[in-house]
């Protein structure tokens, strides 16, 4: 590899400020090396090489998603995408702007010297740029992580001053680009904080201290222990209640007759299963995530226990809509999506398959089958006339696209239905497809979308597969969709 430096080239003419602040930096790169680090000689260099190629920060952020909570998830993530961000400027234009040479290595004591010297251009510090990136993308996402991770960024960008590979100024260039990088992607994605819903239309809940009266019931199979003890820790005088999945209905109609409010912790159905419960007592619901996406208490911005017990403690809560479906004798609530088509067959496919190969293995041959098929598409009447679908989604509010985020929602009592079709024809995964990456727009050949406050179907053919927050069963005939405003109270911790 030959380096990207040309010293035969001119070097450009005199200009007094540039002079005065390159002999600046200088001076004060040569302070620096003559200065006595003390204990830095053993860590700094070695922490310099780690930091090669990102490798540091990609095992940062494994270290930090490995706690398993959504927040620290998202904040490694969203490092590493800053990080990746910082890196692409900085070798597609940065090192190629501004053709500056190495410091000389005559002032730096050779016990600090890196073995392998860089070649590339010094203006400015890569390895600034990724630490000050992936510690400001963690940071904008979860302060408490970034307090964690900003140390070592800082002492990875000392360390090329401390080693001699680069003036002062790179390295104050590339943390200013790293920062940069990191809002940058916060624009494209805005974090959680941002998106979180309006605190309205707030509602009376109990105030409840220490938990009491309080009864949660945690569905044993989510694999949700550590969160319910989590928020006993929080909320002492609470009774939590662990349960099979089979016992989940029984314990929430139990719990309901004795609690002041109900609280849930499980996935998608069993906070399904907890809101129709709190809906026929006229209870408060504390919804606490257990499950694997649990969309509507993130939605709610309810992340952990500490945040709803906080909410618990103080009373604070607030009325969201409800779903709800009439299908001849079935009927149901939901607090996200309900759907027909394509999706209701994945997911029951996948529950056949996902006990002997694993969850997205399962997920993957479900789509492959599923997409192969040469049934006919959906077909429902619409004001009298029929249409092929594929997929008919119906989710309960307005869901969103952030930026490039996947969508969700940003209020939960707006009273309107969003509904989505994407319409029948040949070939599925390329409608399917097409009607992904169209996104927010409207008209399309291969979807459309609407709001509105009920929807009625005719048509549907027996055994015709329904899918709603995470269940699926099976429909025909008519059926109606329409919402409950308001209808349903749960804790929020309010900002």
Known sequence: MSPDVDLTVPKPGRHALRDRLLALDSRLFEVAAERNWPFAEPVLPRLSRSANHGVLWFAAAAAVAASRTPRARRA????????????LTINTLGKRSVRRPRPRLDPVPAARQLKRQPITTSFPSGHAASAAAFAAGVALESPGWGAVVAPVAFSVAMSRVYTGVHFPSDVLAGAALGVGAAFAVRALVPTRAQTGPPPRPLAKAPALPGGEGLVVVANRASGSSDRVQALRDELPDAELVECEPADVKAELEKAAVRASALGVCGGDGTVNAAAATALR??????????????????DLSVEDGRGLARAVREGAAVRV???RFTAGERRGIFLNTLSLGVYPELVRERELWAHRIGSWPAEVLAAVRVLRTDRHPLKVELRGETHPLWLLFVGNCHYRRMGLAPGRRTDLADGQLDVRVVHGGRHPALRLLSAALAGPLTRSPAHAEARVRRLSLTGIAAGTPLAYDGEVIDVSGEMTVEKLPEALTVYRPLP
């Open 76 to 87: 490694a993530a969203r490092g590493l995408a800053s990080l990746s961000l910082a890196s």
């Open 281 to 298: 007592h006229g209870l408060p619901l504390a919804v606490l995530p257990g499950g694997t996406l649990n969309h509507f208490a993130y």
């Open 321 to 323: 809509d409800v779903g």
